[in-house]
């Protein structure tokens, strides 16, 4: 499987469109080689260059079969929490210095059930046994 976007190639600067610096949308996600028998994908973007340890940008799950996630979606599948305990994509916004951003999506092959608002760390204990295949997506960005 893989992860690509037409905003910005795998290791290079996230588009400042996508960062809190501009418009803060989430990026177009393109999503090839979804393995036949996954039935939904979940969605994790985190940042483990913070300061007081990885970050949180975007957590969603039970998103339906889709090799596109449209630039910003408001809405995917089930919503999880980012680190600030919201909804939905938070864009990139460092304090200091250059920062990865790691965008991963899970091919699945259930249906997980959770109720809205499950953290990563609960949809990551929940995947466990039923990922089928797995692409991540390298952005960078520094202000």
């Given at each position: 499987?893989?992860?690509?976007?037409?905003?910005?190639?795998?290791?290079?600067?996230?588009?400042?469109?996508?960062?809190?610096?501009?418009?803060?949308?989430?990026?177009?996600?393109?999503?090839?080689?979804?393995?036949?028998?996954?039935?939904?994908?979940?969605?994790?973007?985190?940042?483990?260059?913070?300061?007081?340890?990885?970050?949180?940008?975007?957590?969603?799950?039970?998103?339906?079969?889709?090799?596109?996630?449209?630039?910003?979606?408001?809405?995917?599948?089930?919503?999880?929490?980012?680190?600030?305990?919201?909804?939905?994509?938070?864009?990139?916004?460092?304090?200091?210095?250059?920062?990865?951003?790691?965008?991963?999506?899970?091919?699945?092959?259930?249906?997980?059930?959770?109720?809205?608002?499950?953290?990563?760390?609960?949809?990551?204990?929940?995947?466990?046994?039923?990922?089928?295949?797995?692409a991540t997506l390298l952005g960078r960005y520094s202000r």
């Open positions: 499987m893989q992860l690509t976007s037409s905003a910005f190639e795998h290791e290079m600067r996230i588009p400042t469109r996508h960062t809190c610096d501009g418009e803060g949308l989430s990026p177009r996600l393109d999503i090839s080689g979804i393995p036949s028998g996954a039935v939904a994908l979940a969605l994790v973007v985190d940042d483990p260059d913070a300061p007081s340890g990885t970050y949180d940008h975007w957590v969603a799950y039970d998103i339906p079969m889709m090799d596109t996630i449209p630039e910003g979606v408001a809405s995917l599948g089930t919503p999880g929490v980012n680190s600030s305990r919201s909804p939905g994509y938070e864009p990139p916004c460092p304090p200091s210095g250059s920062h990865r951003y790691f965008f991963t999506v899970y091919a699945l092959d259930v249906r997980l059930g959770l109720e809205a608002g499950a953290n990563k760390a609960s949809l990551l204990e929940a995947i466990e046994g039923h990922v089928l295949a797995e």
